[in-house]
């Protein structure tokens, strides 16, 4: 049972990838939230039935849901995109030559993701608290925990979609994929400026309602939450990166950065407070060479500009948001 839910589930995984990537997402979404809705009424269906909970019962609505899934993204794809592909002759590639790029490309995508792991939570957390005791892990642990909420969000609505813009731009002319990065970019600045304007003013409240560190300024805390959240800054620049065959750079870029600020701490003896700062500061470093990589490398004009009445209504939004919190 637990095998072939593994299975479809893993193929669900893949062929949803491959159809986000293709802009079905639309359908993707009906589909998952379809089927979400058959879990439930299978599950409370039996359950009022007369049937007992228990393992199977548990496992064999999710295990035909799963199959369900499979089936129809796989028509979505066949439909939706293997039958409209046309059909033109063109060069044939040496199958070894295809296999080439496919390693190189997987091993460079995999060496940039182990980089990236460096500069998250459940890294840094470990690495901290080693350094500075396990008193900091409850706190940092919330900390990740509502960073990794958002960052499943930003990554689910905006690296998809704009790998999948910027992958469909591949061919195209450097206007194209300039116009392209800057509109992703924009629309993701806009979501990420209302997340840290919330945060950095309403993060005591809702922790204190959690947790009160007793040893830990909240200087530290917010400098950690900025810099884990400040790791969505890089999603548009990554794909970019990934789609072009350049992710070299990032992961480049990445492991400097991490050389630098890991061995800041062993040869100086620094305050947790200092060290977070040097972790922000080594983020923004980072950010800063990515994006003029993208302009002297590429050849890519970055034009997207803030947009002052939207930080203000994220402001006005939060400064509510904090009375209403701390008021009840």
Same mark, same amino acid.
Request: no cysteine; charged share 10%; proline share 2%.
């Given at each position: 049972?637990?095998?072939?839910?593994?299975?479809?589930?893993?193929?669900?995984?893949?062929?949803?990838?491959?159809?986000?990537?293709?802009?079905?997402?639309?359908?993707?979404?009906?589909?998952?939230?379809?089927?979400?809705?058959?879990?439930?009424?299978?599950?409370?269906?039996?359950?009022?039935?007369?049937?007992?909970?228990?393992?199977?019962?548990?496992?064999?609505?999710?295990?035909?849901?799963?199959?369900?899934?499979?089936? &129809?993204?796989?028509?979505?794809?066949?439909?939706?995109?293997?039958?409209?592909?046309?059909?033109?002759?063109?060069?044939?590639?040496?199958?070894?030559?295809?296999?080439?790029?496919?390693?190189?490309?997987?091993?460079?995508?995999?060496?940039?993701?182990?980089?990236?792991?460096?500069?998250?939570?459940?890294?840094?957390?470990?690495?901290?608290?080693?350094?500075?005791?396990?008193?900091?892990?409850?706190?940092?642990?919330?900390?990740?925990?509502?960073?990794?909420?958002?960052?499943?969000?930003?990554?689910?609505?905006?690296?998809?979609?704009?790998?999948?813009?910027?992958?469909?731009?591949?061919?195209?002319?450097?206007?194209?994929?300039?116009?392209?990065?800057?509109?992703?970019?924009?629309?993701?600045?806009?979501?990420?400026?209302?997340?840290?304007?919330?945060?950095? &003013?309403?993060?005591?409240?809702?922790?204190?309602?959690?947790?009160?560190?007793?040893?830990?300024?909240?200087?530290?805390?917010?400098?950690?939450?900025?810099?884990?959240?400040?790791?969505?800054?890089?999603?548009?620049?990554?794909?970019?990166?990934?789609?072009?065959?350049?992710?070299?750079?990032?992961?480049?870029?990445?492991?400097?950065?991490?050389?630098?600020?890991?061995?800041?701490?062993?040869?100086?003896?620094?305050?947790?407070?200092?060290?977070?700062?040097?972790?922000?500061?080594?983020?923004?470093?980072?950010?800063?060479?990515?994006?003029?990589?993208?302009?002297?490398?590429?050849?890519?004009?970055?034009?997207?500009?803030?947009?002052?009445?939207?930080?203000?209504?994220?402001?006005?939004?939060?400064?509510?948001?904090?009375?209403?919190?701390?008021?009840?």
């Amino acid at each position: 049972m637990l095998g072939l839910i593994l299975f479809f589930e893993s193929t669900r995984k893949s062929l949803r990838t491959i159809g986000e990537l293709s802009f079905l997402n639309k359908y993707i979404a009906l589909t998952e939230i379809s089927l979400i809705f058959l879990y439930v009424i299978l599950f409370w269906g039996a359950y009022f039935y007369g049937y007992k909970p228990n393992l199977f019962f548990i496992f064999i609505p999710h295990l035909i849901q799963s199959i369900i899934a499979v089936i &129809i993204f796989s028509w979505l794809l066949i439909n939706k995109i293997y039958k409209v592909i046309p059909n033109n002759q063109s060069e044939h590639i040496p199958s070894s030559i295809l296999l080439k790029q496919m390693v190189v490309v997987r091993f460079s995508n995999y060496t940039n993701q182990l980089s990236h792991l460096l500069f998250s939570g459940n890294f840094l957390i470990p690495f901290l608290a080693s350094n500075f005791g396990l008193a900091l892990t409850a706190v940092f642990k919330l900390i990740n925990f509502i960073a990794i909420y958002f960052t499943f969000i930003l990554e689910r609505t905006f690296g998809y979609t704009s790998g999948a813009l910027l992958s469909h731009l591949k061919d195209s002319t450097t206007n194209f994929k300039q116009d392209a990065l800057n509109f992703a970019t924009k629309k993701l600045f806009i979501i990420l400026y209302g997340i840290l304007i919330f945060l950095i &003013i309403n993060s005591k409240t809702l922790f204190s309602i959690f947790i009160t560190p007793t040893n830990i300024s909240w200087i530290a805390i917010y400098f950690f939450l900025i810099a884990i959240v400040f790791e969505n800054f890089f999603i548009t620049y990554e794909q970019f990166f990934i789609v072009e065959k350049k992710v070299y750079y990032f992961t480049i870029v990445n492991l400097m950065t991490a050389l630098i600020f890991y061995n800041s701490i062993y040869f100086m003896e620094v305050q947790l407070t200092l060290l977070l700062l040097l972790l922000l500061i080594a983020r923004i470093f980072a950010y800063m060479i990515l994006k003029q990589i993208l302009i002297h490398k590429l050849k890519i004009k970055l034009n997207y500009k803030i947009d002052l009445n939207l930080i203000m209504i994220f402001f006005v939004i939060s400064i509510i948001s904090f009375i209403v919190l701390n008021f009840f």
